[in-house]
């Protein structure tokens, strides 16, 4: 594309030759193309396959049930009765659902070991005559 000096403040364009031969073809090109970018619209904003809402609660009260979660849904998706982003949230749940199940006996044993030293509502080994790290001022 080149452009020519006019007279007044704008510029006019100036069609090229080979473009102008051009144009026929690009816009056969641009039809074909655009088909299948519609029709891939169209089946991108189909429902994903997931459960029905009926289908009843799995239990996961420990990592034996999250385990058999997942393979389930492992299953269902290699089957497609499950959208692989699903599958997905689903997943990345239950790796959260699983470092809680981890957390809770940590934290059941934590508080059985403060209650036999002594240690509970909130109190530490460090007492209150231990030196901070901190420099003392003069």
């Not at 009260?61 to 959208?83: E, F, K, M, T, W």
């Amino acid at each position: 594309m080149s452009f020519k000096r006019g007279t007044g403040s704008a510029a006019v364009q100036k069609r090229s030759p080979a473009r102008h031969c051009a144009c026929f073809t690009i816009r056969q090109r641009r039809r074909r193309v655009a088909e299948p970018r519609r029709l891939g619209g169209i089946n991108r904003s189909q429902t994903a396959a997931a459960l029905s809402p009926d289908t009843p609660d799995h239990p996961l009260n420990n990592v034996r049930d999250v385990c058999i979660l997942l393979g389930q849904s492992i299953n269902q998706v290699r089957r497609g009765q499950l959208a692989p982003r699903l599958a997905t949230a689903a997943g990345y749940l239950a790796s959260i659902l699983l470092g809680a199940l981890q957390q809770g006996p940590l934290e059941e044993r934590l508080q059985r070991l403060e209650a036999t030293l002594g240690l509970g509502n909130g109190q530490t080994d460090a007492g209150p005559n231990v030196e901070s790290n901190t420099p003392k001022q003069n």
